[in-house]
């Protein structure tokens, strides 16, 4: 594997492969022990999904997805002044895999040459991240898997070109796209971006220890 990180330069836009976003924002975030939803707790005053799609919405990328589920419309509200698509999984009580599925295929609409999937609860994942991996999968022409890692870790986000698409949203149950990486090891590149690879806020222990606050209070309006 390749774990070199990719050097910056300016990007011709025109010619290098394209990449939209597709973010992961339909959890139930059931671990959070009565402490609100955790896409909606205080990074420095900012609801984590609106830090999050705000860090994708600033990369390199061609579009953002944001799939979301449990807490739809008050998710909605929070990004939706935001320049990205909001698609509603309905199936959302199945697992991730159904969120993947409907992200994918949003995202298709659009033609891009791959396709990255975060994770809506990654505080630490910020846009120079972003580029970073979206750097590494046009320097590879667009023909490998990009994964996020921290210290020989593999982590997220991690971009997809095109011809696994089909495979992602084949996906079923409450798996992830990391599933479809464990017999493609030859065709995965690894770029260490920091322990923000790994850090996601499941509970409110989590939470707090990466800097948040859970927010229980009127859930509408934006920030």
């Known amino acids: 594997m390749d774990k070199s990180l990719p050097t910056a330069g300016k990007i011709d836009r025109s010619t290098s492969p394209s990449v939209s976003i597709v973010m992961l924002a339909a959890g139930r975030s059931s671990r959070?022990?009565?402490?609100?939803?955790?896409?909606?707790?205080?990074?420095?005053?900012?609801?984590?999904?609106?830090?999050?799609?705000?860090?994708?919405?600033?990369?390199?990328?061609?579009?953002?997805?944001?799939?979301?589920?449990?807490?739809?419309?008050?998710?909605?509200?929070?990004?939706?002044?935001?320049?990205?698509?909001?698609?509603?999984?309905?199936?959302?009580?199945?697992?991730?895999?159904?969120s993947i599925r409907v992200g994918v295929m949003a995202a298709q609409a659009n033609k891009p040459d791959g396709i990255l999937i975060a994770l809506a609860d990654m505080p630490a994942i910020e846009t120079a991240q972003l580029d970073r991996l979206?750097?590494?999968f046009r320097e590879h022409q667009g023909a490998c898997v990009i994964r996020a890692t921290a210290?020989?870790?593999?982590?997220?986000?991690?971009?997809?070109?095109?011809?696994?698409?089909?495979?992602?949203?084949?996906?079923?149950?409450?798996?992830?796209?990391?599933?479809?990486?464990?017999?493609?090891?030859?065709?995965?590149?690894?770029?260490?971006?920091?322990?923000?690879?790994?850090?996601?806020?499941?509970?409110?222990?989590?939470?707090i220890a990466a800097g948040g606050v859970p927010f229980t209070g009127n859930t509408h309006g934006t920030v």
């Open 32 to 98: 959070m022990k009565n402490q609100g939803h955790k896409l909606l707790a205080r990074f420095d005053g900012v609801p984590l999904l609106r830090k999050s799609v705000l860090s994708a919405i600033g990369s390199d990328c061609q579009t953002v997805v944001v799939v979301i589920g449990e807490q739809h419309s008050v998710l909605k509200e929070n990004i939706a002044d935001l320049d990205a698509r909001v698609v509603e999984n309905l199936g959302y009580a199945s697992g991730m895999a159904s």
């Open 134 to 136: 979206i750097t590494a």
């Open 151 to 207: 210290n020989d870790r593999p982590g997220n986000p991690v971009i997809f070109p095109s011809f696994w698409f089909e495979r992602l949203k084949g996906l079923v149950g409450d798996v992830g796209a990391r599933a479809l990486l464990k017999d493609n090891a030859a065709a995965i590149v690894d770029v260490d971006i920091g322990e923000a690879a790994r850090l996601d806020v499941d509970t409110p222990e989590e939470l």
